[in-house]
């Protein structure tokens, strides 16, 4: 339902909000380019904002960007980049009307916010979406199309950022993903559960170029992230879907090019940038539109046929609001932990697991507090906070049984409780743990934690290889 994704891209909740954007843009009677305006202006919006981050010019956050790197309102370079590469085409439909400053104008905004992403992907997938613009509704000439494609990507990939360690690790995760498919091609590992599937098949080379606690969860190519969680069956039934939107574009060509040289270009734009990043939700949103206007659009479409995925989406896009409530409340506790009162942070945390109980992030981080809470008090309040911390790391694990987080923290609060208030065994602390690291082979932190539980048990044997793995993985990372 949810995934296991700290960002929800994935699950049935971004399809019920996908979905109600699809119905509500094919339902529409607005002009369908004025709808596509309309978005690009929000993203130009935000592209301003971006382009006054690396200049110290936010006037919302006050620290500093990670290598210079603008996100606008979207949390990621990335994302942003994302979001730039969608409405590219309807900037470019902008330009048939050259002779007014708009089009020079939204051109300056998008291209300068892109720089500042420094994601050659997003170059990759601009390029991309305005040389299919250019290619369905003919503007242009063949030769000067390639050109104009081809300065573009290089402008992006050769002159935006160093490649530095992100490609050998993005190399990585896609070797893991291939591994991950090998052991269930058919149907794969499950929607949703490629974080899982990275931590369990992680590479020795991986290691040596990030470190022992660095995670991915994406795949950061859309083919194999679909090949190792929902296999050959699922994979094929997304290609078909590619298929379908673009004869689809085929089709709204014979009467309409350019609406549909904008909506093919940002479809082939973000099928190429997916190839090399992950695309949040927002950008899905924004393609659910598009696609709502190709479905409006097409011959033969009904809106009396479409009435009950209306409603169903409908009905969804109510139960999003009350995971967004729950977000809300997770988020004042964070806030609240640093500054608030130990039970107002208790309140804001109960309220985000209540709401959404199956979110085990909401959950690691409320057991990460309770553990933090511990320091200062005495022997009962500790014997409660604990006990306390073990019971909603049981839920957890209860819930999302998949989720390695979920046994960590189950297995450290059991440990904490047995070490400080002498309550339960140590030895079904070690029992969470093992199979955590059985999830993630390669993962130092919980090494660390086995091999202090396997030393307080008195265990010389699991101490020892332990510590041997641990002293293998240690000097692996070293050697980079």
């Known amino acids: 339902l949810f995934g296991v994704y700290r960002a929800s891209f994935y699950g049935l909740l971004p399809v019920a909000v996908c979905a109600s954007l699809y119905y509500a843009s094919a339902y529409s ?30 006037p ?36 048939r009307w050259p002779k007014t400053v708009l089009p020079w104008a939204v051109a300056l905004v998008l291209i300068s916010a892109l720089w500042w992403t420094k994601s050659r992907g997003a170059w990759l997938g601009s390029a991309a979406a305005v040389g299919a613009y250019l290619f369905v509704t003919g503007h242009l000439g063949r030769k000067k199309l390639l050109a104009a494609v081809f300065l573009l990507a290089c402008a992006g990939v050769l002159g935006v950022r160093d490649r530095g360690m992100s490609d050998g690790l993005r190399t990585e995760t896609w070797k893991i993903a291939w ?70 574009v085929k089709t709204l060509h014979r009467w309409d090019p350019e609406l549909a040289g904008v909506i093919g270009g940002a479809f082939f734009g973000i099928f190429v940038l997916a190839k090399f990043n992950p695309v949040p939700l927002a950008t899905m949103g924004v393609l659910a539109v598009f696609a709502g206007v190709l479905a409006g659009r097409s011959p033969g479409y009904s809106l009396n046929r479409r009435v009950w995925g209306i409603r169903a989406s409908a009905l ?92 960590e923290v189950l297995g450290v609060s059991r440990m904490l409780l047995r070490s400080r208030s002498n309550v339960g065994t140590f030895q079904r602390a070690m029992d ?10 390669n993962f130092l932190h919980t090494m660390k ?30 050697a980079d």
Request: hydrophobic share 50%; charged share 20%; aromatic share 10%.
């Open 60 to 95: 919302f956050i006050s620290w500093g960007f990670e290598d210079m790197r603008s996100f606008g309102a979207t949390a990621s370079p990335v994302y942003l980049g994302s979001l730039i590469v969608a409405v590219v085409p309807v900037a470019a439909h902008l330009f």
């Open 179 to 248: 591994t991950a498919f090998k052991k269930a091609p058919i149907i794969g590992h499950g929607p949703g559960t490629f974080p899982v599937s990275f931590r369990r098949y992680r590479t020795d080379r991986y290691m040596e170029i990030a470190d022992g606690v660095h995670q991915q969860a994406s795949a950061h190519n859309d083919v194999l992230q679909a090949l190792s969680t929902i296999g050959i069956v699922g994979t094929a039934i997304y290609l078909w879907l590619l298929v379908v939107l673009a004869m689809s």
């Open 29 to 58: 009677k607005n002009e369908p380019l004025l709808v596509l305006r309309l978005i690009l202006a929000a993203v130009v919006l935000n592209a301003l904002y971006a382009n006054l981050q690396p200049w110290g010019l936010d």
């Open 316 to 407: 969804l896009l109510a139960i999003v609001t009350v995971v967004c409530f729950a977000d809300m409340r997770f988020k004042d506790a964070i806030m609240a932990s640093r500054s608030a009162t130990f039970g107002q942070t208790v309140i804001y945390f109960e309220t985000a697991t209540r709401w959404n109980p199956w979110n085990v992030r909401y959950k690691t981080k409320y057991v990460q507090y309770l553990h933090a809470a511990v320091e200062g008090t005495n022997q009962w309040e500790e014997l409660y906070l604990l006990t306390k911390a073990v019971h909603v790391s049981e839920d957890a694990v209860l819930r999302l049984p998949g989720s390695i987080e979920a046994y």
């Open 432 to 441: 969470a743990l093992d199979i955590a690291q059985m999830m993630d082979p």
């Open 449 to 478: 934690i086995r091999q202090a539980i396997a030393k307080a048990m008195r265990d010389k044997s699991k101490f020892e290889s332990i510590g041997r793995e641990r002293h293998r993985l240690e000097k692996l990372m070293e």
